[in-house]
């Protein structure tokens, strides 16, 4: 099986792309390799060093034995999408290669527009490339759980059965998400269920929860190998984020309240729930939603998880939430689709923790502490923030 | 009240501009002029010629002795729709500014680009500029009845409440468009919604029917201040386009079984429902979704309305159905926000036609019978369709 990462220089792409490597795929990767120009944007960066991508392919082969085709080019170019399509003609693509970061989105109206801009484009311009070259190929588009928001409604996978009325409908599950980051992803999921509509594509929309962990069996061959960990208040996760701070002797900074509840997935899982997408395809013109996450947990409770396990053990302080966002709500989604497939979860273990801190205090003297603190105010409409003293960028 | 009328230069800007301006709102129109080079790309053009901007507001002054202040650019740039908030200080900004043709859309992967990219964008720097310099402004933005599809429920305004295993909520009405163009409302109206959550925004979101007529009471002040009537395959909207067809003796083309049913309005009722909804407010942080629709026919109910109509009758005939859509659904619609703030609807009527035969008639001369013709296959996904025999572009 042939099979296209986009974004495969990403936390996650990479990892992916040598997951599937190692199980028998033919890989190529496609990155523009803007996620490092962000790094140099915001003056932030990966705690674990990270090697450019032509080195990671080379150490793969070495390690591996197994050759990842490489393309650098920026997906938004209509034409980079298409060569990439055209010339390795792969049976999936798996497509990653988005801004993802909410906080990111919502600096300021040039990055709202950009965020938008990048990731709408993208995946319209591979939409149109596979249309055209060979609607056969399955596109495994990575979405996210924020899509949904808070629903006070049960979290169905993509669909819901409505009657309303006495007449009933399947139809595509209400989204009210809480960035300009996460909307654009609901307008990508849009565009590709008209698409499968419209030309009988086969698409995939996999709704992750939010990811955290560093180290897959791949990544821990060889340090050249490794993928990045972001602990900045902008593409830092919320898991990952208080492990470091944890490693450090920081207290853990739960937003407000810290009732709200995410949807959560281990990076092992991830892979192997894109794998299992892959190799188990949707149907031509078929519009197939999957929430990629195992669990969910209030902020508080993931901080206590994270205060119990580190050794010494660590505080959770509240500070002002920079989201708007319901912090009491109902929170229920159903994932039993890529489990019936065949995913056995790895659940939030003391276990994975304990690896993370390992990795963490290896690279501890890497941090920059001026990161952590939330410099984006969800509240705040700005046309340029760096043009105003309140924005680190 | 101050009322700002992006795309004050187009079919329905125009004449909501003059109805506005002759209700005594104070108001400035904005414009690219790109509906105009829309007409150059395509080599098509209104059947009734209309005046340059600058000639029309000018003419406006001498009939009416109101003055409309005018602004020239376009609201990608984040700079011109700041400029246009700070220095006019509207109490409304009525939004029409977006590229509003399906077909348009779906001409090749660069008009689905550029029509996402010019829509959505547009609206997001509508969105800064009104939180950052004031958000109390109240934004009256055009959407369209096509952003619902076809679902086999009733179709509500804009939220829905669903009770699913035994909870409720209100949701966003989900949404399953038939176009790119489509589509792109969709994403703007997800986007203004978050707006009016982060922000405190002030929202009218108008799902619009198709617009039939020419004629408003000031547009036939003064052959001057006439509005454009679009009749080409790709601007031309159903109604409209028949009217023509009759008068010239053609046939009237229907695509497919023609059983598709569309919600329709009079031009009449939209230069009066836009004013509704500027003199009767949205709240603040409210995000409200009226159906700006009258009644609805399906296509062969609307041919045979017109070959009725028509001095010496017309032939109905079934062409090639060059869009993706079910020809046999249920639709049925709520409009019942607008008449309830005092909307009188005019409805479908012979004499709403026999004026716009008489208009038709005196230009006949001026109609281009091949860009009747659908050119535009939404089957067909292509890069770029000037390098493509089968497209008129």
């Known amino acids: 099986m042939k099979t296209l990462v986009l974004g495969g220089d990403g936390y ?3 990892p992916t792309a040598m997951y599937l490597s190692a199980r028998g795929h033919e890989v190529a990767v496609l990155d523009s390799g803007v996620r490092r120009q962000y790094d140099h944007e915001l003056g932030s960066g990966s705690l674990v060093p990270i090697e450019p991508l032509v080195d990671r392919v080379k150490a793969w082969r070495e390690v591996s034995g197994e050759d990842i085709t490489t393309y650098v080019g920026d997906l938004t170019d209509g034409d980079v999408a298409y ?66 928001g808070t629903p006070n409604i049960d979290i169905e996978e993509g669909w819901l059965e409505v009657t309303h009325h ?19 992803k609901v307008h990508d999921s849009h565009n590709l ?25 791949q990544t821990a061959l060889d ?4 993928t990045r960990l972001d602990y900045d208040a902008v593409f830092g996760t919320v898991l990952n984020r208080f492990a470091i701070q944890a490693v450090l002797g920081l207290p853990l900074s739960v937003y407000g309240g810290g009732s709200q509840t995410r949807a959560t ?20 013109g078929e519009f197939r939603v999957f929430n990629q996450a195992t669990e969910s947990f209030s902020l508080v409770e993931m901080a206590k998880v994270v205060a119990r396990t580190v050794p010494g053990g660590a505080e959770v ?28 979860p790895h659940l939030l273990s003391d276990t994975l923790l304990t690896s993370m801190f390992a990795v963490i205090d290896r690279h501890r003297g890497r941090v920059d502490l001026e990161a952590l603190a939330p410099a984006v105010d969800w509240r705040r409409a700005t046309d340029d923030a760096s043009t105003t003293a309140a924005a680190r960028v």
């Open 83 to 148: 060569h990439a399509v055209r010339s390795f003609r792969p049976d999936t693509v798996v497509h990653f290669a988005e801004q993802r970061a909410a906080p990111y989105s919502m600096i300021d109206r040039k990055h709202a527009v950009y965020t938008q801009t990048n990731n709408v484009v993208g995946t319209l311009n591979l939409m149109y490339a596979i249309a055209e070259v060979d609607p056969d190929v399955h596109v495994v588009k990575l979405g996210t759980m924020g899509e949904y």
């Open 193 to 217: 269920e008209f698409g499968c509509r419209i030309w009988g594509l086969r698409v995939t929309d996999l709704n992750q929860g939010i990811v955290y962990g560093q180290e897959t069996e």
């Open 317 to 344: 302080e509240h500070v002002d939430n920079p989201r708007v966002e319901a912090e009491d709500h109902h929170f229920s989604f159903a994932h039993t689709a890529l489990e019936s497939l065949g995913l056995e």
């Open 223 to 226: 340090p050249r190998l490794a």
């Open 166 to 184: 006495g007449r009933s409908d399947r139809v595509l599950f209400p989204k009210r998400p809480g960035s300009f980051y996460h909307l654009s």
């Open 12 to 14: 996650l792409g990479w």
């Open 265 to 284: 997935i281990d990076i092992r899982d991830t892979v192997e729930c894109v794998r299992l997408a892959c190799e188990n395809p949707a149907d031509r």
